[in-house]
């Protein structure tokens, strides 16, 4: 992932403004339901094109759907290099 762009220039934001525990506490909280969360972000990821970022929406739905997916977010919430 880019930094600066798509998905990254999300997850540097929220860690600038300090956001990065309660989104870490999210994950935890919806990684049973990351894979039905994922489906949910697909289908309203053609809505969401009408407006700016997206496509986020569709790198946050392939993420929430591969199986290292949670752990390559909370990595990069966490200032860990994904592995």
């Not at 990065?20 to 999210?26: I, K």
């Not at 949910?40 to 094109?49: I, K, S, T």
């Not at 569709?58 to 390559?72: C, I, K, S, V």
């Amino acid at each position: 992932m880019k930094s600066g762009t798509g998905l990254a220039g999300w997850i540097e934001a929220a860690k600038r403004r300090g956001g990065a525990p309660f989104l870490l506490t999210l994950l935890d909280a919806i990684e049973p339901l990351a894979p039905v969360l994922a489906q949910g972000l697909l289908v309203a990821q053609p809505l969401a094109n009408l407006w700016p970022g997206g496509a986020r929406l569709r790198e946050l739905a392939d993420l929430l759907e591969e199986p290292d997916g949670l752990r390559t977010l909370r990595s990069l919430l966490a200032d860990e290099r994904a592995e």
